[in-house]
């Protein structure tokens, strides 16, 4: 399961560098959304965040929640525009994530309360 976790931290590594200098590809796709411009540097922002946790031990359960989060973020933003073509990786990432959680929730190292 720590190669999922790294494969996932790495994705959104990735994904954040790229949403943090924002081509112009992805600085259009946001305004084709519907976003302001600020927006994607808050997602970036969070996504480098994510990673960082699934990075670090005892925090992957924060991250990969957190991650869920921004997931189905882009998920409701390619339903609302229909890309349905485009939403089979975040579908996997999603599906990853919620591994992370299931075995960070059977191995005991979700935040208790």
């Known amino acids: 399961m720590k190669y999922v976790n790294l494969i996932i931290a790495l994705a959104f590594l990735a994904a954040g560098i790229v949403n943090l200098t924002g081509p112009p590809a992805i600085r259009a796709e946001f305004e084709k959304w519907g976003y302001p411009g600020w927006f994607r540097v808050a997602i970036a922002t969070v996504e480098l965040g994510g990673s960082i946790l699934l990075f670090t031990p005892g925090t992957q359960w924060l991250g990969a929640s957190i991650l869920l989060v921004v997931t189905l973020g882009i998920l409701v933003s390619f339903s609302r525009s229909k890309e349905w073509m485009r939403m089979q990786y975040p579908f996997v990432l999603l599906f990853l ?10 191995s005991g190292r979700v935040f208790a309360g």
């Open 97 to 106: 994530l919620v591994a992370i959680l299931q075995q960070a929730h059977v």
